[in-house]
Nanobody, 123 residues
Framework: QVQLVESGGGLVQAGDSLRLSCAAS???????MGWFRQAPGKEREFVAT????????YYADSVKGRFTISRDNAKNTVYLQMNNLKPGDTAAYFC?????????????????WGQGTQVTVSS
């Protein structure tokens, strides 16, 4: 079993930046990692994903050029650097781990999930 804990969310103004962290513990493996988000009244949506080596990443169109996913395997931690935040980015952000080699955007392929961290962007 893998436990994931997100941190770094907060209240910011449009144009500000935040860096989210996701610390993994338990029976960790060389998982693909992903970030998803969910706003009130909306379905959970894909944000970004990264493979174990960090050499392959993929982003939702809505965050391309603004968000960067990275990982530090020595620390069992994945990050989401969020720049130029917009009110539309307001959501609970979740990290997840998938037991696969290639990146995936499908929430159903991620077996482990964190509890979420709230990001609120005011205008």
């Amino acid at each position: 079993q893998v436990q994931l804990v997100e941190s770094g969310g907060g209240l910011v103004q449009a144009g500000d930046s935040l860096r989210l962290s996701c610390a993994a513990s338990g029976r960790t493996s060389r998982n693909v990692m992903g970030w998803f988000r969910q706003a009130p009244g909306k379905e959970r949506e894909f944000v970004a994903t990264i493979n174990w080596s960090g050499g392959s990443t993929y982003y939702a169109d809505s965050v391309k050029g603004r968000f960067t996913i990275s990982r530090d395997n020595a620390k069992n931690t994945v990050y989401l650097q969020m720049n130029n935040l917009k009110p539309g980015d307001t959501a609970a952000y979740f990290c997840a781990a998938a037991p696969r080699y290639y990146t995936t955007t499908y929430a159903s392929e991620y077996d482990y999930w964190g509890q979420g961290t709230q990001v609120t962007v005011s205008s």
